[in-house]
């Protein structure tokens, strides 16, 4: 394996993507990042996964566009798509770009949801992850 592949590999393991994760991609683009794409399948082992493909996923990978309708029913859809335990990444553009959801706008629609903010990364020039998933209660 190439030393650009290796790099590719961590960067998608440092997003918690993980060997055998069945993740499904919602808000497929032109605009998309496939950068990002191909690092998730490399480290997975598998495409990307449909949104419309039956059966539930261990993650998700959202992306959202300030057009894309009403973000707390999207997050909500997306929910549905996973596992109990699974989580998701909401990718956004970033600020300086068309279609960019203001983070204030975000962390409302979590909390309505009861999702908590498990990280953030700026990927490429274009856009910007928050990973979401279901609050769990604390031991």
Known sequence: MGASKDRQIRKAGRLGFKPGDAVKEIGYGKDVDH???????????????????????????????????????TLLDTLELLREDGDFWLLTPKRSR??????????????????????????????????????????
């Open 35 to 73: 950068n990002l794409r191909k690092r998730i399948e490399s480290l997975t082992g598998r495409e990307l996964i449909d949104r419309n493909t039956d059966g539930t996923a261990d993650r998700a990978l959202l992306w959202f566009r300030d057009k894309d309708g009403d973000l707390v029913h």
């Open 98 to 139: 068309v279609g960019h959801i203001d983070l204030n706008n975000v962390q409302g629609a979590a909390y309505l949801l009861g999702l908590d903010q498990a990280g953030f990364f700026s990927s490429a020039k274009k856009w910007t992850g928050i990973r979401l998933g279901i609050s769990r209660p604390k031991r």
